[in-house]
């Protein structure tokens, strides 16, 4: 279908919705009543995260409570086949005009060149990233086979690996890579870009984000070591926090704040539990500025910095860079000081008032005190302030496997005044591809 007719189909789906809502008007109080559920499921979670005690209790039995109190006045009231309805036609034309609007973007892939053979490849690997991946995949096995020379982290004396790589350019390395998390990844790659040389990604780590949005096969690190033999190169930006160098993103407020806490690494869900009350309601948590190149944002509760924007900033979906050289940094600031506004982030999402997403190209982290708390791709670190966030355009050169599985494609957010316009705008849009053109 052109994007033309899934902006029209989507506006059908709309209406469809409006009439099964209208359908049941004869019980419109039971109706409102599911969104009043889901706003008290919201503001229930509230109360569990930013208080202890018997509220806590109260918010944890309200947020579980009040959807099952809606499920069960809907099937009682038999308005189920309504809601179900609703629901239905709802999604589909969500999922038509996230649809019709990618139909309108040009296919904009990174652009990868052929990659020129190594003569001398050191690859540096954390034995224990990824609950021992290097290990268990035969990672430096693989990786000599190949012709590379490994270097294992000895973790018990608190290496560095910047010295490390430095000292192999010295010795003659013309490649470097990194088999680890993306906090070993990004020190790495920073000597890779300071010398020019090319960089292999070996997904070794827990998360890996930064070898998802390269498209790499997280579940088979040892796949990544094709990059050596049939590769081709990418170039990428590279993010800086306070000089220091980061891939994936920076993040300032509550959860810096929680990651400092040594109890963090063992009791993640306990230590967040146990912060979250004073940090959340200001008690423990400097005020924070973030100022980007065209706004100011003030007080935010949390800032996520990342290298190139995230393609929705949901901060309950599932993120992804759909781009790792647009060179700008993506800017995702939150705001919820209370349950109502915990209320309208349950029914608005990344549309709720609480939540600020911007591009920038430089991001200027303030705090009254004199250091900032800071989780840097997952380490918790602590900076003078003011904190400076830029991006290094295309410094980075990525050597992948010229096969692998890409990266996931996250929908973006839903621009109805687009869609409209998308549907009833007679004249043709000159970015909607032609037919059979590559999606």
């Not at 189909?9 to 969104?35: E, K, P």
């Not at 948590?285 to 996520?304: K, M, N, S």
């Not at 997952?378 to 096969?403: D, F, I, K, Y």
Request: aromatic share 4%.
């Amino acid at each position: 279908m052109s994007a033309r007719a899934l902006a029209r189909f989507a506006l059908l789906c709309v209406a469809g919705a409006v009439a099964a809502v209208l359908a049941g008007a004869g019980q419109w109080l039971i109706l409102l009543l599911g969104l009043a559920g889901l706003a008290l499921a919201g503001a229930g979670l509230w109360w569990a995260l930013a208080h202890r005690g018997l509220a806590r209790l109260c918010g944890a039995l309200l947020a579980i409570g009040a959807p099952i109190g809606v499920l069960v006045l809907y099937a009682v009231s038999g308005l189920w086949v309504v809601a179900v309805a609703a629901v239905a036609a709802w999604t589909t034309a969500v999922a038509c005009a996230r649809s019709a609007l990618r139909r309108l973007r040009s296919p904009h892939g990174m652009r990868h060149r052929s990659a020129r053979p190594f003569r001398r490849a050191v690859l540096i690997m954390n034995p224990r990233s990824g609950g021992g991946k290097v290990g268990q995949f035969g990672l430096v096995e693989r990786a000599e086979a190949l012709g590379a020379r490994v270097i294992l982290l000895d973790l018990d004396a608190a290496p560095d690996p910047v010295a490390l790589a430095r000292q192999a350019v010295a010795e003659g390395a013309d490649l470097l890579g990194a088999a680890g998390g993306d906090g070993t990844q990004a020190l790495v790659a920073s000597v890779a870009a300071e010398h020019g040389l090319p960089f292999v990604v070996v997904a070794a780590g827990t998360r890996n984000h930064f070898a998802m949005d390269l498209g790499l096969d997280r579940d088979d690190p040892a796949k990544s070591l094709d990059a050596l033999t049939d590769g081709v190169e990418l170039r990428v930006d590279l993010g800086e926090v306070g000089g220091l160098p980061f891939v994936n993103t920076a993040s300032f407020g509550t959860y810096a704040q929680i990651v400092q806490s040594p109890e963090y690494r063992d009791a993640k869900a306990a230590t967040a539990l146990e912060q979250l009350p004073d940090l959340l309601t200001g008690d423990a948590a400097a005020a924070l500025t973030a100022r980007t190149d065209d706004e100011v944002v003030e007080a935010p509760q949390a800032v996520l910095v990342s290298n190139n924007p995230y393609a929705r900033a949901d901060p309950l979906g599932v993120g992804r860079r759909p781009r790792l050289d647009s060179g700008s940094l993506g800017v995702i600031a939150v705001r919820v000081e209370s349950a109502a506004r915990a209320a309208e982030l349950a029914l608005l999402g990344e549309r709720a008032s609480g939540i600020t997403s911007l591009t920038s190209r430089r991001v200027v982290i303030e705090s009254d005190d004199a250091l900032i708390p800071v989780a840097v791709d997952g380490e918790a670190l602590t900076l003078p302030s003011p904190v400076v966030c830029r991006v290094r355009p295309g410094v980075l050169r990525v050597r992948v496997p010229r096969h692998r599985p890409g990266a996931p494609y996250i929908a973006p957010s839903v621009d109805w005044r687009r869609v409209v316009r998308l549907a009833f705008d007679r004249t043709p849009d000159p970015r909607e591809k032609e037919p059979g053109a590559q999606r």
